[in-house]
């Protein structure tokens, strides 16, 4: 009989969980760029902060903590006008630097009041917060990698989905290639994906997790809009962790009986937005580029119906794995195996990034 | 940029917020007389206490705990005969001072048996409770006013509103003038509220802010049944904390046009009425009395309606504000302004008040 | 005036209560047999621990920890095939004794990978698991008895509540019968319950009240079956605290008309099968056998409704309560009467099975 060993998690845990402090530091997805319309504030929580974005006159946002400094109301209740944020309790007027610049009761606002104001950068179709440290935040390059941007010519489609879930285990789940044939069974995988060899490449923040599955039939997902379907493919997939906000799967796809040396090769990458708002849950934005039937609409909303379907399984695999660990937080770590090498070191990442930031102050 | 400083949340607050301990030793409204029908157990949960109300046979209100001493079960589910109440679990009957008198399945009832007796008066429309020491309730005259009596000759207009909101922040909200041009800016205030001068008076326990609006349009809820629509108007506005369970905002409306020496006064007075549930949730009895369209129920109607109304507004705000402050407890404590020392001196009292009593015993 | 005594709580608490650590090592139902349906894994929280049940090939149950060693994954909502249950994350197998078998991205598994198996013994209509550790399961017989068996020859009827209560204070309600007369009141009892004599026997784990109401007339739910509406009757009761998982209510009913030496007695016995879910839940099964009216489905379908209206009361209450208790855990202790003497029995039972066992390791 198998005797599970609740002692051994009172040491300290070797990889994030869900119970490890959300990383701060680091650029999130807070919105697509067309969900944050001129005139309307946009709360959004963050790792932890609740923020409110709007768009200056010129159209570029702005990210202030979502709290109002007299009284604790909601900016994100407010008025935009201009430049600025009033607040729609007393009237108090902050500008983009989150400074509070007009007190209606008053002459003068009093000096030093303000709130917090966070690093913000939009990159159609993405906008993008560092829910930590400002000035982090200048060293920091934005994590999009260029077909993820609007002005690609690839074609995007996107979506959404609120996750009660910890960004930590939805991470592992994009590394783990292991799970396509049993969870994704029916939409999206084949039993051949388990046990298809796979290399992981551990860099210094990246983590890469490399897979081709050849021969193989594509899943109606791919095999529709190309063409494909009943026939003999190689499908090279790779996963990469880029960091606490974005992870990668990309894939080549081609025809085995097309010859090597004029085998035409199509392309879809993905990009997982992860951005935490607490501990057990999450804001799941995606993005999927492709190379191929750019400009298609049809093929675009396939797509994106279709993703959306692969994703809600993760995600009630995500909720169900949530609702059994918060049950029992004091049960035995998680036992891993072969093909948790990039998963784990992802988790270990997760914590020394996380450690090293202390906690909030 | 604003930093803002957690670390000064650490000391000792200086003013009363949804962490200090409610108040119990004061008169708070637990209903409406209507509210307390004969034979019916009424259950109200009053600044931590669960209490249950039942009418003697002579009509006067009995206020017990709300929990049989034996098994826990709530009295108010139990059934009233006479002047006790029979517990529907076991059938143990108490009197209106909390003692046990029957046990049926014995012959005389364990001794001292029973449970907590409150203090508990009513002077319709209004039946007070005192959810703490009982022996100081005594000393303690009723906050109520001569108007507030159903017998005063004016006209009274009630509503009732569950909120999920400190008492403090309510309090705080109905000694603030300024937030009339901004929350209510389309409902009951204009900006030239936010910028009339005003008067703060500090009493030993209450606190009275005076604010005359003038040359002003008054409001439809009070332009309409004066017949005073687009009439430059006098507006003078007297917001008290006159305890714990009670607000009164009174004001005096005049017309301008009208000579001084022959100027007709209206006046109404709304008594908030603040029954504290729990740190974040309250009930709102309120109570406006005029005297003006008296015994005119279209009237009445339409007041009661233009009331709720606006404090739906306010119910939404602190509401938000409720959920903003729960979210991070550890915040930056509140900024105040000019216009906040009445509110801070309320909430500095409240401290006070509720450091007099120390933890529940 | 009673003032209530909150110190009294700090010192140990002399009988069980919502607050005591829930009883593992005992035998609890899980289900109904037609409840867990071949090929269908069911899931089942019983004293804390999370189990999923499902049947072997050849239809014995299997009882495991519903928590997939790898990544925390439900097994209960993976697959079963032939006698081993696959998760349907990523695909790991597990047999009846809760050893991980395959792997499919790697050979062999991990050495000593698996989770719990628990002790389930299927014996219809009852399927028992033993929450705790599996060795003492072996050394405790299941806490049937004969007429609870499909093959007893008396009819059954079960029924099914989800309670929000600790099972602590369902046993007390099922072992006091005072309370009949008033909970109960218009459906199961009358006044005369509450006053008539009764013995309680407390023996090294079972606890017995016995109580014969004499003469009385039956409630509907008898006096229907049997033809006895408004004759006088005798209803001699026991009630029975067997074990954690189990009470039960024994009912003889007689004709006080019919001269003694030939009197006919009806018998019904109702098991109350509670499983505790955590300290204030818990599934409650119910199964009444009765030696009247054999075979006949309508009396069947009678007494089914019936008995469920009856203990819709008690789950009435009981919540109630836990609501009462919850609010305030620091309350004054429970004050009891003469007619608790087998509930403060049972109540320091069930403290004493607890401290036994220690906390969970």
Redesign the interface.
């Known amino acids: 009989?198998?005797?599970?060993d609740?002692?051994a998690r009172s040491s300290a845990p070797a990889m994030a969980d869900e119970n490890t402090p959300l990383v701060r530091d680091a650029w999130y997805v807070a919105c697509f760029s067309p969900d944050l319309v001129a005139g309307e504030p946009l709360a959004r929580k963050i790792a932890g902060e609740?923020v409110m974005l709007y768009r200056r006159a010129d159209g570029t946002p702005v990210a202030l903590?979502?709290?109002c400094?007299?009284?604790?109301?909601?900016l994100s209740?407010g008025q935009i006008d201009g430049d600025d944020v009033?607040?729609?309790?007393?009237?108090l007027r902050y500008g983009p630097?989150?400074?509070c610049t007009v007190?209606?009761?008053?002459e003068t606002?009093?000096r030093?009041?303000?709130?917090?104001?966070f690093a913000v950068v939009e990159e159609a179709p993405l906008i993008w917060v560092w829910a930590g440290d400002?000035e982090r935040a200048r060293r920091e390059p934005l994590p999009s990698l260029p077909w993820m941007r609007a002005t690609s010519g690839w074609d995007l489609v996107t979506g959404y989905l609120f996750l009660k879930s910890s960004y930590i285990?939805m991470h592992?789940n994009l590394l783990?290639l292991?799970?396509i044939?049993?969870?994704h069974g029916k939409s999206f995988g084949s039993?051949a994906y388990?046990?298809a060899p796979f290399e992981t490449i551990v860099e210094a923040s990246a983590i890469v997790v490399k897979r081709t599955v050849e021969p193989t039939m594509l899943p109606p997902l791919y095999a529709e809009p190309l063409g494909m379907v009943d026939v003999p493919a190689s499908r090279a997939v790779t996963s990469t962790f880029h960091s606490p906000g974005l992870s990668i799967s990309g894939v080549r796809l081609s025809r085995l009986s097309e010859p090597l040396e004029r085998r035409r090769y199509h392309h879809a990458e993905t990009a997982h937005l992860l951005t935490p708002i607490d501990a057990n849950s999450m804001h799941y934005h995606f993005l999927m580029g492709r190379d191929f039937a750019v400009g298609d609409a049809a093929t675009g909303e396939f797509l994106a119906t279709s993703l959306r379907n692969v994703f809600l399984e993760d995600q009630a695999?995500l909720e169900?794995?949530t609702?059994?660990?918060s049950?029992?937080p004091d049960?035995?770590p998680?036992?891993?195996?072969?093909?948790d090498k990039a998963g784990i070191a992802m988790r270990r990442l997760m914590l020394r990034l996380a450690a090293a930031e202390g906690a909030?102050?």
Request: glycine share 8%.
């Open positions: 009989m198998i005797v599970q609740r002692a609740r903590k979502d709290r400094a007299h009284r604790s109301y909601p209740k009033i607040c729609g309790y007393h009237g630097d989150g400074i007190v209606p009761s008053q606002p009093p030093n009041l303000g709130v917090a104001a400002r285990h592992e783990d292991t799970h044939g049993f969870l039993a388990a046990s695999a169900a794995i609702d059994v660990r049950d029992d049960a035995a998680d036992r891993s195996v072969a093909s909030p102050t």
